[in-house]
Nanobody, 123 residues
Framework: QVQLVESGGGLVQAGGSLRLSCAAS????????MGWYRQAPGKQRELVAA???????NYADSVKGRFTISRDNAKNTVYLQMNSLKLEDTAVYFC?????????????????WGQGTQVTASS
């Protein structure tokens, strides 16, 4: 069974910084793309940033220059460094990963989500 566990959310003043972490665990053979999404109240979930296994990154226009996504493949962990936080960054942030897992000699692909972590930027 594969799990994604997030940490690092919280309350911060606008202009401040937070770092989110998401660790994958379980019977993992390979992790492909990893990413962070967010969902604000009354809005659809949106992609914030993504990173491939090789390290290629992609960002939403609204966070470019402020957020940085990175990953440690040895630790099966993805990070999101968030600087210069704005009020509109307030949302629940979800980690996502495309993972090839195994059970015995059987391999299977899946799209996995973390439980979400609240990020609140206050004035």
């Amino acid at each position: 069974q594969v799990q994604l566990v997030e940490s690092g959310g919280g309350l911060v003043q606008a202009g401040g910084s937070l770092r989110l972490s998401c660790a994958a665990s379980g019977s993992i053979w390979r992790i492909n793309d990893m990413g962070w999404y967010r969902q604000a109240p009354g809005k659809q979930r949106e992609l914030v940033a993504a990173i491939t296994n090789g390290g290629t990154t992609n960002y939403a226009d609204s966070v470019k220059g402020r957020f940085t996504i990175s990953r440690d493949n040895a630790k099966n962990t993805v990070y999101l460094q968030m600087n210069s936080l704005k009020l509109e960054d307030t949302a629940v942030y979800f980690c996502n990963a495309a993972i090839v897992a195994y059970r015995g000699s059987f391999y299977y692909s899946g799209d996995y989500w973390g439980q979400g972590t609240q990020v609140t930027a206050s004035s």
